[in-house]
């Protein structure tokens, strides 16, 4: 079942215009990027690992360059050389950076992803000279394909001065706004090789008992987005046996093919895209890529479309699924930092919680452990100390779940909050929280 698809043109930054499209060789496009030059580069399973290994080799070529990532999920070789010459700048710090945060050549540049696509373009805040990305070969249609990664680069694909992109025989083509005309793309470069996949995380006892919680306030046609992570995965093994259930998120991953078999996923309820599930990345395995390549049911969407208010509140009864890595007693969030060291960043989770409480019928859901550190540590606490990150404010604050239950906090008063959050932490530490 699907409805009329959404043009999303109007969500998009305007094109820069033709270019050339030529097929090259890799030394000439690496020749085509200067010493000094701040480059944008795919994220996720979209990461170009073939761009980046060339460029590994021929590294002589440059003094300086500023490789300005989103989110990455595996080790990736320009890592290994930091100021010589690859400087980084990061949505979202993660530990495969390490090496290069531990050389100094890490900075993290905060931003919630509906203000991404403004950042790099020509008047933004931090333009770039380059993008990096990786396409499918093109399809009968003659288009290429963005795949897995389309979110936080397309815009960028639109408007900076030159677009370099990996054809790559092992990226599904997805339809959506990642197909590419051959003259929206400067120099094409065969390099074959395996995508970066993200492997299923591994749910256990206390991650099931959360999801059961979630399951439980999930109601029939809901509108779901869904965050990455054990809870995550888990929550949507749960929602198998519910009915008519849509997907309009920033990602999605392995866990979607159930839902779909399973008969939960149908999109017949949603108000906008029937039938369609919207994302921006496809963050899983080579079964996800396999599943995805040329199927109808995925669309991928800009994030304009993905994350914005105005798209959000319009969903029948959107419902966000996220996490965190500690709630304070007045609900306010941290989901990017422990100890005052950044470990992520905001991404979607801000605009997500946004979104859900401007729609009607719309919740937004934080599901996490009650503990850390193997339950040494409580993660309702107090207050957000001082030193860590507010992801999400006190007042966009909706559900928050763990294995003992859910607390609902919006439109609650502190005491109130208060209390149900100690409701819902571990018992070894609701006396300290008292």
Same mark, same amino acid.
């Given at each position: 079942?699907t409805?009329e698809l959404?043009?999303f043109?109007?969500?998009l930054?305007?094109s ?11 030394g ?5 990027? !200067? ?8 994220q996720?399973c979209g990461? @170009?690992?073939?761009l980046f290994e060339?460029m ?18 595996a080790h ?12 980084f700048t ?5 530990p495969?950076l390490?090496p290069?945060s ?16 403004r950042l790099f ?6 333009p770039?000279d380059?993008v990096?990305?990786?396409?499918s070969?093109?399809g009968?249609?003659g288009?290429?394909? &963005?795949g ?5 680069m397309?815009?960028?694909?639109r408007s ?10 092992? &990226?599904?083509y997805?339809?959506?706004v990642?197909?590419?005309?051959r ?6 470069v065969?390099i074959?090789?395996p995508l970066?996949?993200l492997?299923r995380a591994t749910a256990g006892?206390?991650e099931?008992?959360?999801a ?8 029939d ?7 990455i992570?054990?809870v @995550?995965e ?9 009915r ?10 392995d866990g979607i093919?159930e &839902?779909v078999?399973?008969g939960a996923l149908s999109g017949?309820? !949603?108000s906008?895209?029937?039938g369609v599930?919207?994302?921006?990345e496809?963050m899983?395995t080579?079964r996800?890529?396999?599943?995805a390549?040329r199927n ?5 969407a800009?994030?304009a ?5 105005s ?6 009864r ?9 709630v ?5 969030v ?6 005052g060291r950044?470990?992520s960043g @905001?991404g979607?989770?801000?605009d997500?919680?946004?979104?859900a409480l401007?729609c009607?019928?719309g919740?937004?859901v934080?599901?996490l ?5 193997k339950?040494?540590?409580?993660r309702?606490?107090?207050?957000i100390s001082?030193?860590?990150a507010?992801?999400v404010?006190?007042h966009?604050v ?5 294995e003992?239950?859910v ?5 609650q008063?502190l ?18 929280l008292?």
């Amino acid at each position: 079942m699907t409805s009329e698809l959404t043009d999303f043109a109007p969500y998009l930054t305007p094109s820069l215009g033709a270019r050339p499209g030529r097929r090259v060789e890799v030394g000439e496009a690496l020749a085509a990027i !200067k010493s000094g030059q701040r480059l944008l580069v795919g994220q996720a399973c979209g990461a @170009p690992l073939g761009l980046f290994e060339a460029m590994v080799a021929e590294r002589e070529r440059w003094d300086e360059l500023e490789l300005l990532f989103g989110i990455q999920l595996a080790h990736l070789p320009v890592v290994d050389y930091p100021n010589d010459p690859f400087r980084f700048t990061t949505l979202q710090p993660n530990p495969f950076l390490k090496p290069a945060s531990e050389a100094g050549a890490v900075t993290p540049l905060t931003a919630r992803i509906t203000d991404v696509p403004r950042l790099f373009t020509p008047n933004g805040s931090q333009p770039v000279d380059a993008v990096l990305i990786q396409v499918s070969p093109p399809g009968p249609e003659g288009l290429f394909s &963005m795949g897995t990664s389309v979110g936080v680069m397309i815009d960028a694909v639109r408007s900076a001065p030159l677009v370099i992109a990996q054809v790559n025989e092992s &990226m599904p083509y997805t339809f959506g706004v990642g197909e590419l005309r051959r003259d929206e793309i400067d120099l094409l470069v065969e390099i074959d090789g395996p995508l970066v996949e993200l492997v299923r995380a591994t749910a256990g006892p206390v991650e099931e008992q959360v999801a059961d919680h979630v399951a439980g306030i999930v109601p029939d046609g809901a509108t779901l987005q869904f965050g990455i992570g054990a809870v @995550p995965e888990a929550i949507s093994a749960r929602l198998s046996e519910q009915r008519n259930l849509g997907v309009h998120s920033g990602m999605i991953s392995d866990g979607i093919i159930e &839902m779909v078999e399973a008969g939960a996923l149908s999109g017949a309820a !949603k108000s906008m895209d029937k039938g369609v599930i919207i994302t921006g990345e496809l963050m899983g395995t080579r079964r996800l890529f396999d599943w995805a390549h040329r199927n109808p049911l995925v669309r991928t969407a800009p994030p304009a479309y993905t994350h914005g208010g105005s798209v959000l509140e319009r969903c029948h009864r959107f419902t966000a699924i996220n996490s965190a890595i500690e709630v304070g007693l007045d609900g306010s969030v941290n989901g990017e930092s422990i100890g005052g060291r950044l470990v992520s960043g @905001p991404g979607g989770q801000p605009d997500f919680a946004e979104g859900a409480l401007r729609c009607p019928g719309g919740m937004s859901v934080l599901a996490l452990p009650s503990t850390a550190a193997k339950g040494k540590v409580s993660r309702i606490v107090r207050r957000i100390s001082g030193e860590a990150a507010i992801t999400v404010p006190r007042h966009q604050v909706d559900r928050i779940v763990t294995e003992y239950g859910v607390a609902s906090l919006y439109g609650q008063t502190l005491p109130q909050r208060a209390e149900a959050l100690r409701a819902v932490a571990h018992p070894n530490f609701r006396e300290d929280l008292a």
